[in-house]
């Protein structure tokens, strides 16, 4: 589903985001990249989401080279992808329902489809209670699950995380990884980036393992070894 | 249509939710639609001004006493044709010694000697109004030409005022012709500072919002649905604004009708009111496009990235 072709991203001389970095992820994996701070984690996810251009080499997503796709064939392709972070990126001028109303309106969705998906979406992250509540009257984990029910709500193929766990509490965060692993036994591909070694083991998927901008380890049933 | 809707839905919830950004909008907008307004009212003042200054210019053809009056009937006719001419009055030498009379009832040492000449000293004359100042040196110089020869006119004309007043004329035709020059360069200097300093404070909103825009580009929004509803903010902050200059001008206005009308020539309140709806649209087309536009081009910058 997605192919990193010999991909490297220079900031400059001595910084280096990534380097030579070629990875292939196939479609309904659950895949968790680890790292310290800096070690690129980040940069790999621009790389896909298109938000960063590589120094060298390609991503595609599919068949699509995602660097070479400009205004509308962009908008397109991020449709396909849910994206959540570890500040939330949530509209702060816009209730929960308006958030993930937003995301609906964007890829085109009627009124009728919002007013039946939205509220379900929020049950499913237990949010039902907080369905007017604006970003700044939910706490941390709230937060993140209303950012997820966002990043679903139109069925993309990839569920990108990045970091979703970074800001949490222990609690919180067990039950974002819940919701995560529920969407990928639903059939959706999901990245997680983490440095949570808690988090990395109770996944027990595919583990990539980076370092200083490259790859060093990509174990199947991975554990976290830093 | 239901893009069209949510847009404008949309532009309309995040004005009442921005509260006092909102309206820190619309004040300063207010500013600018109040100079432009000024401005309106302003040209409207000096142009009625200098219209009142150009009627009070006419040229004065005076005739020999004892003129023959078919003559002078001709001349008038002939200059009545003239394109430069707006019009021509006739006054004939009795009524010029009437008038006379008239200015100098209180006078009586003038009125005696009148009395005594026992006959009229005063020709006719000719009142000429030129359609603009710089005109009048046209017309006499026709005045002065052949075609007043073979009229059989000149031996009667006694003599034309022009060249008595034409350094006068001149000066008042430079001193209108500059204020209407200032007139225009200090417009457009005041529109152009005020539309800057409205276009930074409408950037310096969506600034604000700058992460909200990045967001609605991950999310998968189209350029014209993050874009939409801040243009719609814009155009409501020209609407809000346009309706607080238009309220705010009719007590000023009222103002300076009452205290300033005789010094101005002319009721401003007056004018404002009569003229409120073609002001009213002016100030409202001038504060929605300032609006959207600046809103426009200062989303775009967020957009790119």
Not at chain 1, 14 to 23: A, F, R
Not at chain 1, 182 to 202: M, Q
Not at chain 2, 208 to 234: K, N
Request: neutral net charge; glycine residues 6%.
């Amino acid at each position: 589903m997605i192919y990193f072709n010999d991909v490297s991203k220079v900031y400059n001389k001595d910084s280096v985001g990534i380097q030579n970095v070629n990875l292939t992820i196939s479609s309904g994996e659950f895949v968790s990249i680890v790292g310290h701070s800096g070690a690129g984690k980040t940069t790999l996810i621009k790389m896909i989401l298109a938000e960063d251009k590589p120094t060298s080499g390609t991503v595609s997503f599919e068949s699509l080279d995602v660097h070479k796709l400009r205004g509308d064939d962009l908008t397109k392709l991020r449709r396909r992808m849910g994206v959540v972070f570890q500040d939330f990126k949530l509209l702060p001028n816009k209730t929960a329902y308006e958030n993930i109303a937003f995301a609906m309106e964007a890829v085109g969705k009627t009124n009728q489809e919002i007013a039946s998906d939205v509220p379900h979406v929020l049950e499913l992250v237990d949010l039902a209670s907080k369905i007017f509540h604006f970003p700044h009257q939910l706490s941390g984990g709230e937060k993140q699950r209303l950012a997820i029910a966002r990043a679903i709500i139109n069925q993309p193929e990839l569920i990108i995380a990045d970091e979703p766990t970074g800001n949490l509490d222990p609690v919180s965060t067990y039950d974002v990884i819940q919701i995560l692993k529920k969407i990928n036994d639903l059939g959706t591909t999901v990245i997680l980036t983490t440095h949570n070694r808690a988090v990395v083991e109770s996944v027990g998927k595919r583990v990539i393992t980076m370092e200083k901008g490259k790859v060093v380890r990509d174990d199947k049933d991975g554990k976290y070894v830093i | 249509m239901t893009g069209f809707h949510r847009i404008i839905k949309s532009g309309l919830l995040s004005f009442r939710r921005n509260g006092l950004v909102s309206w820190a909008a619309v004040l300063i907008m207010t500013v600018t639609l109040a100079v432009v307004t000024s401005l309106l009212l302003l040209q409207a003042v000096l142009s009625f001004s200098l219209e009142q200054i150009k009627n009070k210019v006419d040229v004065t053809i005076y005739f020999t006493p004892g003129a023959p009056e078919e003559k002078i009937l001709l001349l008038k006719e002939s200059i009545s044709k003239l394109p430069e001419v707006a019009e021509v009055n006739y006054t004939s030498a009795q009524e010029a010694i009437t008038i006379f009379r008239e200015r100098h009832s209180d006078d009586y040492p003038t009125i005696q000697a009148l009395d005594e000449i026992n006959e009229n000293p005063l020709g006719a004359y000719l009142n000429v109004k030129a359609k603009e100042i710089s005109q009048y040196e046209s017309i006499a110089n026709f005045m002065k030409s052949d075609n007043v020869l073979v009229l059989g006119s000149a031996n009667i004309i006694d003599k034309i005022n022009y060249y008595e007043n034409k350094s006068v004329i001149e000066r008042l035709n430079n001193i209108i012709k500059g204020a209407k020059q200032l007139g225009f360069v200090i417009t457009l200097l005041l529109v152009i500072i005020s539309i800057a300093v409205t276009l930074n404070t409408i950037r310096l909103t969506i600034f604000i919002s700058r992460e909200e825009i990045s967001i609605m580009r991950l999310v998968g929004a189209s350029r014209i649905r993050v874009q939409g509803p801040f243009m719609v903010e814009g155009a409501i902050y020209g609407l809000a604004a346009t309706i607080l200059t238009t309220l705010l001008f009719l007590p000023a206005t009222a103002w300076v009708g009452r205290n300033l009308t005789s010094f101005l020539g002319m009721n401003l309140f007056q004018y404002y009111t009569s003229n409120l709806l073609q002001i009213f649209i002016i100030i409202l087309l001038s504060g929605i496009i300032l609006g959207s536009v600046s809103s426009l081009l200062a989303v775009r910058r967020y957009l790119e990235k």
